[in-house]
């Protein structure tokens, strides 16, 4: 599923033009990134939590020259699957 079938099905299922739907879920997911960007954490409950995880500088290799890197310090979204939705994906 992309974003054009998300914006689609809620347009069917709440009767809805492609704009609104549009607009709703690009109201979500700006939020979404807003709360992200400023190292917040969002819960959705029976689905998931997203949250910022933070990464240490250290020494990596470039594979494919082989020579030693230096890598800075990082912040990366981290998305860990709730309770339901863990036992819908494994068929239970």
Same mark, same amino acid.
């Given at each position: 599923?992309?974003?054009?079938?998300?914006?689609?099905?809620?347009?069917?299922?709440?009767?809805?033009?492609?704009?609104?739907?549009?607009?709703?879920?690009?109201?979500?997911?700006?939020?979404?990134?807003?709360?992200?960007?400023?190292?917040?954490?969002?819960?959705?409950?029976?689905?998931?939590?997203?949250?910022? %995880?933070?990464?240490?500088?250290?020494?990596?290799?470039?594979?494919?020259?082989?020579?030693?890197?230096?890598?800075?310090?990082?912040?990366?979204?981290?998305?860990?699957?709730? %309770?339901?939705?863990?036992?819908?994906?494994?068929?239970?």
């Amino acid at each position: 599923m992309n974003k054009s079938d998300l914006v689609s099905a809620l347009g069917a299922k709440k009767n809805l033009t492609e704009k609104q739907a549009a607009d709703i879920i690009d109201l979500v997911f700006d939020k979404f990134k807003e709360t992200l960007g400023k190292g917040g954490r969002i819960e959705i409950r029976g689905f998931g939590s997203f949250s910022v %995880r933070k990464y240490k500088a250290y020494k990596g290799r470039n594979p494919k020259i082989g020579n030693a890197i230096d890598v800075k310090p990082k912040r990366l979204p981290h998305f860990k699957a709730g %309770r339901e939705l863990k036992k819908i994906v494994a068929g239970k």
